[in-house]
């Protein structure tokens, strides 16, 4: 190995380095600009710094709203970690803010194959089903996220309301009373009670 190469390639990363923590502070400053500017310079000096360009993206997507340089961004920190959850959960949470809902469910799937029991995943999955008005499929994937954690509260809240809205109250009630055991919270006795005064209209009837 070349001595000179070797220092030239040690001054490179160390500079990147620099420069990294410099796009923190700005980053930590709210100062998005200024961070993209720090942190394009370490990608520059070290192509493989993925913490870079993960950052990147998240500056991109949260400080300028340019979900496309994001997107670019988050691709390159995936050639260096490949199916990083972190990366994929901001990109499948990304495409589902801008409705494009058929990228964000592969986003998901793809944390799902590096880690099957990642409730989160399943969690996210549903509700992007939801959104997409496939009931079946948001159903399945709550339910698996709850076979998971079973005390998720998010998810039993979120398929509390599915079940109230398919007219399924005392599914929707059950779903209600778990969460309620778990953590008692204003929105979840809402929920729980619309859902009564809605099944007994429908018994009514």
């Not at 998240?58 to 691709?75: D, P």
């Not at 409730?119 to 089903?129: D, G, I, K, R, S």
């Amino acid at each position: 190995m070349n001595p000179e190469n070797e220092i030239k390639r040690k001054k490179q990363s160390e500079d990147a380095e620099k420069w990294y923590k410099k796009g923190l502070a700005h980053g930590q400053n709210s100062d998005a600009d200024e961070a993209i500017k720090a942190w394009n310079k370490t990608v520059e000096l070290d192509h493989n710094h993925y913490e870079a360009w993960y950052n990147l993206g998240n500056a991109w997507y949260i400080g300028k709203n340019n979900l496309q340089r994001a997107i670019e961004c988050w691709e390159q920190a995936l050639k260096i970690k490949t199916d990083d959850v972190d990366v994929l959960y901001n990109m499948g949470n990304a495409y589902r803010e801008v409705k494009e809902f058929d990228k964000a469910v592969e986003c998901y799937q793809r944390v799902m194959k590096t880690n099957p029991d990642d409730h989160e995943a399943w969690n996210n999955l549903a509700n992007t089903y939801r959104f997409m008005d496939d009931t079946e499929k948001a159903i399945e994937c709550y339910k698996k996220a709850l076979k998971i954690n079973p005390e998720k509260i998010e998810t039993l809240f979120n398929l509390g309301i599915l079940y109230r809205e398919l007219g399924e109250y005392d599914l929707g009630i059950e779903c209600c009373e778990k969460a309620l055991a778990i953590y008692d919270h204003p929105e979840i006795r809402r929920l729980l009670k619309a859902t009564h005064d809605n099944k007994d209209r429908a018994d009514n009837i």
